[in-house]
């Protein structure tokens, strides 16, 4: 926990998304971002996460409505696509803004 | 982990992934056989109906069927599956419009060849040549498919060596130093490609490829 005078010296940092910060989440936001849907095994690829672990990320995306996941089968096994919502591009968008502003504020 | 991302690099990153397979090199390289084939055919005297019913087929069908075949079964169960927004799509729209244009070309200059004759010997040589490494670069730029550049390199550099050795050398192996040896290299190196992609991606099991 942050000392309240931190706070004060960054006033920005309350507004930074702390479901994102999560350097766990923030891969797969990101990487989510630049596309337009991928699967559980791509996105597993790309951030070096076991299944568990992402599984775990993904259901807190999940919750706060970042992410949308359709679970389905392919050739009768079961597959999972993860896509960005338009409240999570938004809400990612408005992260990048805040982390640029904490650190534009940062005293000389 | 690392939170330096650059969004760009990492979309292109996502992007180029999918080619890591080395598997449209090996089909480049089928293409390239096909023509070492038809070369071979006419130079022991197959009738151009017979040599045109077996190469074509080759060069047209089999490639496409290791690309989809290899993407299916080897590819995608050890990559996943991604799909890219409206900046690739808009890409790959622009560079399927280059290549019927650059066909067409071709085309109205075989057209005028046959007919008057125009752009025969060295001048229709070097405008295939350019017409080919003008479809390569287009597809090497647009798709940010790196190694398709020196693919169209060898594939260019065999139009000139083959109207060369056709008119000024009696070598019947001229096929196969024409278009064999870049045929060779381009698939080498998709086969190193393809050993390297399974290596670093080892085929997940049912329980470990999806969601619990």
Known sequence: MPARDDREELPSMGEVDRVIHEPARFAIMANLYVIESADFLYLMRQTGMTKGNLSSHMRKLEEAGYIEVVKDFVMRKPHTMLKLTKKGRTAFREYSRSMKQVFNELPS | ?212
């Open chain 2, 1 to 212: 982990m690392t939170q330096n991302i650059d969004m760009k690099d990492l979309e292109k990153k996502a992007w180029t992934s999918y080619f890591q397979d080395g598997l449209l090199d090996i089909a480049m390289g089928m293409i390239m056989l096909a023509a070492v084939l038809s070369s071979t055919l006419d130079a022991i005297g197959v009738s151009d109906e017979v040599r045109i019913a077996i190469y074509i087929p080759l060069m047209v069908v089999v490639p496409p069927i290791i690309v989809i075949l290899g993407k299916r079964h080897i590819t995608i169960p050890r990559l996943g599956v991604a799909k890219f927004g409206p900046h690739r799509k808009a890409r790959n729209r622009i560079m399927i419009a280059g290549l019927v244009s650059l066909q067409l070309i071709l085309l109205a200059m075989l057209i005028l060849q046959g007919v008057y004759g125009v752009g025969a010997g060295w001048l229709g040589s070097i405008i295939v040549t350019l017409n080919i490494l003008a479809a390569f670069c287009l597809i090497a730029y647009l798709l940010d498919y790196r190694r398709m550049y020196v693919i169209g390199i060898l594939f260019a550099m065999s139009e000139p060596v083959m109207f060369y050795l056709k008119n000024y050398s009696d070598t019947v192996y001229r096929g196969f130093i024409a278009y064999g040896i870049p045929a060779v290299i381009v698939m080498v190196m998709g086969f190193i490609m393809l050993q390297r992609f399974v290596q670093k991606y080892e085929k997940p099991t049912k329980e470990t490829s999806d969601a619990s």
